[in-house]
């Protein structure tokens, strides 16, 4: 199993330019978040998804948007880029509907906005 | 607001006990105690959970007051991979996941 991939690992923007953070997990968990990471900071959970068709906010979700058409993926789009954006973006999952026991977290990826 | 509180940052000689406290003194009876470790920039790891009984497994032990107000992680021989920021979060087993941000944690460093 490959755990939760995310894609790609790093990326430049430019302040307006839209983009993409790939999710994907192999582990046939239903729920799937996506948390922000600045520095010298803990992690803010931005979107979660407790099963395919399903999302919802979390606590930072102001210029970013989800979808789960599938139980495997999970993308974050920024429609528009500030650099009030730039951060490190992981993504994670665990088993069950409701978000419980142990939580599975990609390797991260970094997003500078200029 | 942040549901646990811990030390900013500690050091441990390689090779002895890292005892890393947490404070959840607003933990409800339904709330389970987790810890997860970031070793420098990479995704969090799970470390362990529990609720009310103290746990064992091949990474930690974790020891929680009767009133479960604090918890303990314990590493029992910290070795220099053991450097890391250690997270305590609170969370219930049924919806836990979507009500919680993970705070500064606490920086561990192992010390040769």
């Known amino acids: 199993n490959a755990g939760v991939t995310q894609t790609p690992k790093f990326q430049v923007l430019k302040t307006g330019q839209s983009m993409t953070l790939q999710c994907a997990q192999d582990?046939?968990?239903?729920?799937m978040s996506w948390y922000r990471q600045d520095p010298g900071m803990g992690l803010r959970l931005i979107h979660y998804s407790v099963g395919a068709g399903i999302t919802d906010q979390g606590e930072v979700p102001n210029g970013y948007n989800v979808s789960r058409s599938t139980t495997e993926d999970f993308p974050l789009r920024l429609l528009s880029a500030a650099p009030s954006q730039t951060s490190v973006y992981f993504c994670?999952?665990?088993?069950?509907?409701?978000?419980?026991?142990?939580?599975?977290f990609g390797e991260g990826s970094r997003l500078t906005v200029l | 607001d942040a549901k646990t509180t811990q030390p900013t940052s500690m050091d441990c000689a390689e090779g002895r006990a890292a005892n890393l406290p947490c404070n959840h003194s607003?933990?409800?009876?339904?709330?389970?105690v987790y810890w997860y470790r970031q070793i420098h920039s990479q995704g969090p790891q799970y470390i362990i959970h529990g609720l009310k009984n103290n746990e064992t497994n091949e990474m930690a032990s974790l020891i929680i007051t009767e009133d479960r107000k604090s918890s303990t992680l314990i590493l029992p021989h910290a070795t220099l991979r053991d450097t890391a920021v250690y997270y305590c979060i609170v969370a219930q087993n049924s919806g836990g996941y979507q009500k919680v941000t993970f705070g500064i944690g606490t920086k561990l460093q192992v010390i040769p």
């Open positions: 607003t933990i409800s009876g339904n709330e389970y």
């Open positions: 994670a999952s665990t088993s069950g509907r409701a978000g419980t026991g142990e939580l599975f």
């Open positions: 582990m046939n968990h239903e729920y």
